[in-house]
């Protein structure tokens, strides 16, 4: 992207958060082409190259309704026990037969497509 003219002017930010390892290759990749770290990261994220995409984690065959309310009931079950352990309150004996019943539906939906 070229450079814009001077009725132009930069006066939006973008702010990013950084690990130490990330921000160091930024500085090191700019200062290799001789550039500041902003104009390099600027150079980088308006580029037209195509994004390398993470590979998807999730099995595919799975279907993403199955997944988000396996993720539903997680999220209940975590809350539920953060609140166990919260009052100190020992979990009722229901609560693994439970856990357990879930694990073997995750471990049968995960098998039979893949």
Partial sequence: MARPNKTERRDQQLNLKLTVRELAWLRARA??????????????????????LPPRTSAPHLDPLFIAQMSRI????????????????????????????IREIIRKASTDGA
Avoid: C, T, W, Y
């Fill in 31 to 52: 200062a290799s082409v001789g550039m500041r770290p902003v104009d390099f990261g600027r150079a980088q994220l308006l580029s037209d190259r195509p994004i390398k």
């Fill in 74 to 101: 997680g999220n209940n079950l975590n809350q539920i026990s953060r609140n166990f352990h919260r009052l100190q309150v020992p979990e009722p004996s229901e609560l693994r037969s439970l856990l357990e019943a």
